[in-house]
């Protein structure tokens, strides 16, 4: 079993800056994806970022140029920087680790940007 446990979130004013993170514990296979996903209020749960454990990263085209994630795969922890943030940006963010067709979810954590 695998288990996620998130920090970081809160409340900002647009334009600042957040970091969360993620950390991941438990029978983890070494080769797997941990991301980040986001759902707003009445709308679907959206992919924002993901990162394998060799480094490749993709992102929500909304949020290029201002979020980076990153790993540190000794911790087993992802992080999402975020930066330049949005009102649009509110919503509850999950982790997600998919590792051998397995997905993987934390308990979420609410980010609230105030225009």
């Known amino acids: 079993q695998v288990q996620l446990v998130e920090s970081g979130g809160g409340l900002v004013q647009a334009g600042g800056s957040l970091r969360l993170s993620c950390a991941a514990s438990g029978s983890i296979f070494s080769i797997n994806v941990m991301g980040w996903y986001r759902q707003a209020p009445g709308k679907q749960r959206e992919l924002v970022a993901r990162i394998s454990s060799g480094g490749t990263a993709n992102y929500l085209d909304s949020v290029k140029d201002r979020f980076t994630i990153s790993r540190d795969n000794a911790k087993n922890t992802v992080y999402l920087q975020m930066n330049s943030l949005k009102p649009e940006d509110t919503a509850v963010y999950y982790c997600?680790?998919?590792?051998?067709?397995?997905?993987?979810w934390g308990q979420g954590t609410q980010v609230t940007v105030s225009s």
């Open positions: 997600n680790l998919r590792a051998r067709a397995y997905d993987y």
